[in-house]
C-alpha cells in the first residue's frame, strides 16, 4: 500500500543457535528479532502473521497465523513492537521472507511486507 497513513517498516536481526543445533543430523536453528515500526500517521494492530521459509535445498515451508508469539499488539503512529522467535532448517543457509496484516484503527486493513532476509550458519557463506 502506498497511502502513507499506512506505513509499517519491518526490519530482522537473525542469530545462529549453535547450541540448539545437530549438524551432523540436519539440523540448524536461528533466532531472530524483529522491530515493527509505524512510520504512517494512524496507529495500526497486528493481527495476523504469514512466513515463508526457504531453506538453501529449495524446499518452501509457509507458517501463518495470529499475531506474534502470542500478542496481537496495537502500534501507536511513531512507535514500534520488537519481539524474539525462531526456527529450525535442514540446511546451514536460508531465507525467510512474508508480511503482517493489519488493521489500523480507521478500519483500514493492510499488508506490511516483510523483505527477504537471510539466516546463514556463520562461515557457511563466504
Known amino acids: 500500500m502506498s497511502d502513507p497513513r499506512y506505513q509499517i517498516d519491518v526490519s530482522v536481526v537473525t542469530r545462529f543457535l549453535a547450541e540448539q543445533s545437530q549438524p551432523e543430523q540436519n ?3 536461528f533466532a531472530y528479532t524483529v522491530t515493527v515500526k509505524n512510520s504512517g500517521s494512524v496507529p495500526a494492530k497486528l493481527l ?3 512466513w515463508v521459509i526457504t ?3 529449495g524446499h518452501v515451508e509457509e507458517v501463518r497465523g495470529a499475531g506474534v508469539v502470542g500478542q496481537q499488539p496495537l502500534i501507536d503512529s511513531g512507535a514500534s ?5 525462531g526456527t529450525v532448517m535442514s540446511s546451514k543457509v536460508g531465507i525467510m521472507q512474508g508480511s503482517y ?8 486493513l493492510f499488508d506490511a511486507i516483510i523483505a ?3 539466516l546463514a550458519v556463520p562461515g557457511a557463506l563466504h
Request: zero cysteines; glycine letters at 8%; charged letters at 30%.
Open 81 to 85: 513492537h520488537t519481539y524474539s522467535s
Open 116 to 118: 527477504p532476509f537471510r
Open 55 to 57: 531453506d538453501g535445498d
Open 27 to 29: 539440523r540448524f536453528a
Open 48 to 50: 495476523s502473521r504469514h
Open 101 to 108: 496484516q493489519m488493521k489500523a484503527t480507521d478500519g483500514e
